[in-house]
């Protein structure tokens, strides 16, 4: 399949997740409260953080590691075999440690954490690292829908009260399961197992476990954040900061999007020694990123007020504050996302990622630490921005001798400004239409036309790789 096709599948269900949240989030926000929100999302990242345990560094290691072998059927056969004997045994390692967790530690999360098991038993047969090595993106595109969609029927058949939650946790995990198994079948005719040794399979460890060194990194700054927000501050400001950084993250997903197809590309080009090429891929890619998220963050910071208040009702007025810097993070993680998937991934430098994450770890809980408990979730939003900084200031400290960051931040600049005329031109328009629905609408049409005209402007001007690109791609 081309990526231009990949590239669809995986951008159309990010365009889907984000508009699946604007119809489930108001309706949960106003059933269950603040306090329910924030009850859930704790049980639900603790979860999280097992399932990350279990499947390792797979989406970035298994992903390269087929993509590189794909066209030899004997070693893919091999590689595939022997990645998921390493991948079973680490799972049922995680699955009796949850097991454990649920019997001795946890507390009033319980009853939700319990059939949240499921998410851990389903780490077994997750094979998306195979798929995506393949270019195999639309199993997963379609399965992550239908998952999606049978979780947010049960929110409105089921959910009643706080007390409902853990019907939506059982119904989230079953379709989570079922969905791993029925992508997996997808697999049948491309890959085919072969015995191979402990010690074949254990071999994989080690590179595998450095990566995922990276992935829990990150995760601290991006989930630990909400478990510190609850425990520290409590229940209602992390129900606040829930909701906040949910559609921050939902956004991120198109940055996932476009790094997610362009690893296995890049890692073939990367076997092929066709460096011109991936130069020529990482600036056209890097201008799209920054122009898309500065879009998204400065859109962000024209209707947050308004948003919050008309999305998830008065009660999270508060969560517009943190919505508008949180925005901002989305253009460090584009900037990182561009570099780490094109360039040092491919090239198997994955101490240079993990050293990246690290220290953006680190920077997030010591600021989380310092902060939240005078700022509360303002706090983690501050810790936050400083951790997704950190992540391509150290990129940039590696790479600086070999990459053009001047011309790469010069398109970070310019997407800021064009972001900065389009902010203006919506925060205007707020001052007379209504603070409704058809006047957030109408603020929404204006910001995207002014968007879409400024960025084609920018394009013809600098002459863009980017419009070269596509020029190419359609003659």
Same mark, same amino acid.
């Given at each position: 399949?081309?990526?231009?096709?990949?590239?669809? +599948?995986?951008?159309?269900?990010?365009?889907?997740?984000?508009?699946?949240?604007?119809?489930?989030?108001?309706?949960?926000?106003?059933?269950?409260?603040?306090?329910?929100?924030? @009850?859930?999302?704790?049980?639900?990242?603790?979860? +999280?953080?097992?399932?990350?345990?279990?499947?390792?560094?797979?989406?970035?290691?298994?992903?390269?590691?087929?993509?590189?072998?794909?066209?030899?059927?004997?070693?893919?056969?091999?590689?595939?075999?022997?990645?998921?004997?390493?991948?079973?045994?680490?799972?049922?390692?995680?699955?009796?440690?949850?097991?454990?967790?649920?019997?001795?530690?946890?507390?009033? *999360?319980? $009853?939700?954490?319990?059939?949240?098991?499921?998410?851990?038993?389903?780490?077994?047969?997750?094979?998306?690292?195979?798929?995506?090595? %393949?270019?195999?993106?639309?199993?997963?595109?379609?399965? /992550?829908?239908?998952?999606?969609?049978?979780?947010?029927?049960?929110?409105?058949?089921?959910?009643?009260?706080?007390?409902?939650?853990?019907?939506?946790?059982?119904?989230?995990?079953?379709?989570?399961?079922?969905?791993?198994?029925?992508?997996?079948?997808?697999?049948?005719?491309?890959?085919?197992?072969?015995?191979?040794?402990?010690?074949?399979?254990?071999?994989?460890?080690?590179?595998?476990?450095?990566?995922?060194?990276?992935?829990?990194?990150?995760?601290?700054?991006?989930?630990?954040?909400?478990?510190?927000?609850?425990?520290?501050?409590?229940?209602? *400001? /992390?129900? @606040?900061?829930?909701?906040?950084?949910?559609?921050?993250?939902?956004?991120?997903?198109?940055?996932?999007?476009?790094?997610? &197809?362009?690893? $296995?590309?890049?890692?073939?080009?990367?076997?092929?020694?066709?460096?011109?090429?991936?130069?020529? #891929?990482?600036?056209?890619?890097?201008?799209?990123?920054?122009?898309?998220?500065?879009?998204?963050?400065?859109?962000?910071?024209?209707?947050?007020?308004?948003?919050? &208040?008309?999305? +998830? =009702?008065?009660?999270?007025? =508060?969560?517009?504050?943190?919505?508008?810097?949180?925005?901002?993070?989305?253009?460090?993680?584009?900037?990182?996302?561009?570099?780490?998937?094109?360039?040092?991934?491919?090239?198997?430098?994955?101490?240079?990622?993990?050293?990246?994450?690290?220290?953006?770890?680190?920077?997030?809980?010591?600021?989380?630490? @310092?902060?939240?408990?005078?700022?509360?979730?303002? =706090?983690?939003?501050?810790?936050? %921005?400083?951790?997704?900084?950190?992540?391509?200031?150290?990129?940039?400290? #590696?790479?600086?001798?070999?990459?053009? +960051?001047?011309?790469?931040?010069?398109?970070?600049?310019?997407?800021?400004?064009?972001?900065?005329?389009?902010?203006?031109?919506?925060?205007?328009?707020?001052?007379?239409?209504?603070?409704?629905?058809?006047?957030? !609408?109408?603020?929404?049409?204006?910001?995207?036309? !002014?968007?879409?005209?400024?960025?084609?402007? %920018?394009?013809?001007?600098?002459?863009?790789?980017?419009?070269?690109?596509?020029?190419?791609?359609?003659?």
């Amino acid at each position: 399949m081309s990526t231009g096709k990949n590239t669809a +599948y995986n951008v159309g269900y990010r365009v889907f997740s984000v508009l699946l949240p604007l119809v489930t989030a108001p309706f949960l926000s106003r059933t269950v409260g603040t306090a329910g929100v924030g @009850l859930y999302s704790y049980a639900w990242n603790i979860s +999280y953080f097992a399932c990350l345990a279990a499947m390792l560094g797979l989406e970035n290691y298994g992903t390269r590691a087929i993509a590189s072998v794909r066209e030899d059927p004997d070693s893919l056969n091999r590689t595939f075999s022997a990645i998921w004997r390493m991948q079973q045994a680490v799972a049922l390692a995680v699955l009796a440690l949850w097991v454990g967790y649920l019997l001795l530690i946890a507390d009033e *999360e319980k $009853p939700i954490a319990v059939p949240l098991t499921l998410m851990s038993v389903s780490c077994l047969f997750n094979l998306d690292w195979a798929l995506m090595g %393949l270019d195999k993106f639309r199993p997963i595109a379609l399965r /992550n829908t239908a998952v999606k969609l049978v979780a947010a029927a049960c929110v409105f058949v089921f959910i009643r009260g706080p007390e409902d939650l853990w019907i939506y946790g059982f119904a989230w995990a079953t379709a989570t399961c079922v969905g791993n198994l029925l992508s997996a079948l997808s697999l049948r005719g491309k890959v085919k197992l072969v015995r191979v040794s402990r010690a074949e399979a254990f071999r994989h460890l080690g590179p595998c476990s450095l990566l995922f060194v990276s992935v829990l990194a990150t995760s601290v700054y991006r989930v630990m954040d909400k478990v510190m927000v609850g425990a520290i501050a409590g229940m209602d *400001e /992390n129900g @606040l900061y829930e909701n906040a950084e949910k559609i921050v993250y939902c956004l991120s997903g198109f940055i996932s999007a476009v790094g997610t &197809v362009m690893l $296995p590309k890049i890692s073939a080009l990367q076997k092929k020694g066709e460096t011109a090429r991936i130069r020529r #891929h990482l600036d056209a890619t890097m201008q799209g990123i920054m122009l898309m998220t500065g879009s998204m963050a400065f859109g962000l910071a024209a209707v947050a007020d308004r948003f919050c &208040v008309l999305f +998830y =009702g008065e009660k999270f007025a =508060g969560s517009a504050p943190l919505m508008v810097p949180l925005g901002f993070s989305l253009m460090f993680i584009g900037f990182a996302n561009v570099i780490r998937t094109q360039w040092i991934l491919p090239q198997e430098r994955d101490r240079i990622v993990v050293r990246s994450v690290c220290a953006g770890a680190v920077v997030n809980v010591i600021a989380n630490a @310092l902060l939240i408990p005078s700022m509360k979730a303002m =706090g983690a939003v501050v810790g936050t %921005l400083l951790a997704e900084f950190t992540v391509p200031l150290v990129q940039f400290l #590696h790479l600086r001798r070999e990459l053009p +960051y001047r011309e790469l931040l010069f398109h970070a600049l310019t997407a800021s400004a064009a972001g900065a005329v389009m902010c203006t031109l919506v925060w205007l328009a707020g001052l007379i239409l209504p603070a409704t629905w058809p006047g957030l !609408a109408v603020q929404v049409i204006i910001g995207l036309a !002014a968007e879409g005209g400024l960025c084609l402007l %920018l394009l013809r001007i600098t002459n863009s790789p980017l419009l070269r690109l596509v020029r190419r791609r359609l003659h």
